[in-house]
């Protein structure tokens, strides 16, 4: 019997991340990161990390992983019934967005996706028509802000290394609602999300702004020398309009050191009426003379008793006790994931039944607060749209009318959107039907054909960019029998990655070797070199080959555990009866030589990987199966594997975000590191990479190009395919002729008009 392990709060410190299942888009989230994946852009280098994990197929630093988008399951009948019975949104004064699906939830840390991650953007919550005191360009270049920021920032190298950022924001600045928004709100956020309480109280994933000085003090509530902390050394306010971050030294030199030391406002006022900062903005505490009601700590309690339902409810879900009969890992795994939510339980009862000082019952109300209501209705936002609803798989939004723009200077001028979950098999149907505005990222080759065809017709018009990422087959490097590197470097020769370009992208993608995209910086200035490196492995289907990377392995013997495994052996009994082989690899245990995937089954690289692998594994003696479910499930797996784990393959894709910091998901210590890797080589050299200066882009290009061997060498996962992604969108939506992965509708909605 195997376990689903909770990936409870305190199990997942740190694993932020933005999920999107692709069978619609493929949206680059924090992409985002991630990251990625932010609440504060402080936390850009850790939760809008090099990659973000999203499922390509439709549906949580350096990669989003995806499930790449393709052919629905559903049959055609019902697809031609969606088209006739779709109730069109458009008007004059709407633009609706079609999505995959969505959550409904706008924070992170928790359970939002790629779709989501557009929506916040249109909010402001984070990216570039948001607030951020530093934002990205269309190029991806970081830029100062000159909408939020009165001058430039003034920054000092301090004698301990660490650098300080002073900003000085504009007096007019407006939240949705009204009120101003001061230095208060780019303290806020760090100071709430950064606090000892809010992964416990929340369970959340966010890790909060680690890059500041003080972080691990203010996190934890404890120094180096055991005394308790209160304060964030790392923030300074200096008036109402005037602010410091302060970098600590040990993140420095960074060579995205500008995306570092950016700052977001947050609205503490949408979550908290008594909670205030302090003088010198280093904490937070309740107003002079407030004095909490019955009624306030009643509904303190209450909430946390919600949370304690919550948690009791998805552990009693997701894990099952195991049989008798269960293996003692099984065992040992369901003990430890039993006692890792015993002590959640028992530190939201202690806070309930224990006497809570009015400040800190304040902050995690705060919190409660953010988890119960303003992440899935974000009242109050600083973007080009505000909040109305999320019902019936629909996003309404309207217009923000205190909205300064974005620092181009553009201000959205679109009354209302609309982002509508739309049955991705029929996207563009409904785009060439006007049932739908905008259909972005599409990455599958007989969809853009048909996309192609309607704008050659005068239909649509199209966007065209090279994806920021790739499609992938990721694998659990620390246990199963992919914790072998020959292994894995074998399932990489037991693949005809070119058909996987042809038969999916069709001719808009190219086969990879690496960690890369073709639209990243690095790999224009340095992809010759890179593909030219006689280091560098060209993974190919080759039987030969895989034979003689498993003669490395322990499987070399057959069922006895003694016999040599014999090729001669193998060739004859498939050429006998493929379908009835038995004549598999063993290690001198008698263990077989078994690898097990889980991919979507609305991706149809599953489909793809099924009918290739599994036969010409058995021509290498390897038993290989493909399972296919729902993306959630993939990603629980993936997540929080057992020790005894069954499946440790999962097919996906990765989106880049802006910040390139493999560090997150490759160092032995990285907090977003699923593939459980560990190796002091590319601990060194991951290391080297986010410790470059800004200015230093030969030494950058030189570590990187050291990063993309190891990883090529190492195969934590098997890149597939880097394609290009067409954006679909009605003759009525003017403005949006962009053309790069860094800049796309969220991005672009303050210049876009509907035309009369």
Known sequence: MKIKKVFSSLMALGLATTLAACGGNTDSANTEKDNADKATTEDAAAEDKAEEATDEAGEDNAKETTDDQGENTEEDEKASEEVENFEAQTSDDTLVLGKADMNGDYLVGWTNNANDVSVRKLLGIEGNSGYATVVQDE???????????????????????????????????????????????????????????????????????????????????????????????????????????????????????????????????????????????????????????????????????????????????????PGADASEDDKAAYEEAKAAHEEEIKILEDKMNGDVDPSLQLIEQAMLNIYNDYRVNPSVVCGPYMFDEFKNNMVKLSLNPNYAGNAKGDKATVPHIIVQTVNTNIAVDLLENGDIDIWESEADGGKIDQMRAAADAGKIKFNEFERSGYGNLTFLTDRGNTKYKEVRQAIAHLMDRNSFVQSYAGGYGVVTNGMYGQSQWMYKEKGADLESDPKMINYQLNIDTANELLDKTPFTFEEDGKTPWDKAKADEAFAADPDGFDYYRYDENGKRLVVNQYGSDDSPITTLISNQLPNNAKQVGMEYNVTAGNFATLMQYYTSPTEDAEYTAFNMGSNFAPIFDPWYQYNSKGSDNKTRTNDPTVDEITEKLRRIAPDDKEAFLDEWMKFQLWYNDYLPEIPLYSNLFHTGYTNRVEGFDVNTPTWQFADQVNAITIAK
């Open 139 to 321: 190029n991806g270049q970081w830029v100062n802000n000159p909408t939020v920021l009165d001058g430039e920032p003034k920054v000092t190298e301090n004698e301990d290394g660490s650098k300080t950022y002073q900003y000085k924001i504009k007096e007019d600045l407006k939240w949705s609602d009204g009120e101003p928004i001061t230095a208060d709100n780019y303290l806020y956020g760090n100071l709430i999300f950064t606090h000892p309480s809010y992964i416990p109280v929340t369970g959340s994933t966010s890790i909060g702004a680690d890059s500041l000085k003080g972080y691990e003090a203010y996190h934890t509530g404890k120094d180096a020398d055991g005394n308790d902390v209160d304060f964030f050394e790392g923030l300074k306010k200096i008036d109402d309009y005037t602010f410091e971050f302060t970098i600590d030294s040990s993140f420095l030199p960074y060579f995205e050191e500008a995306a570092l030391a950016s700052a977001d406002p947050f609205p503490l006022h949408a979550v908290s009426e008594n909670l205030v900062l302090n003088e010198d903005g280093t904490k937070l505490v309740a107003k002079d003379g407030y004095e909490p009601s019955e009624e306030e700590i009643q509904k303190y309690k209450d909430d946390l008793q919600k949370q304690i339902d919550n948690l009791n409810a998805d552990f009693e879900e997701n894990v099952k006790a």
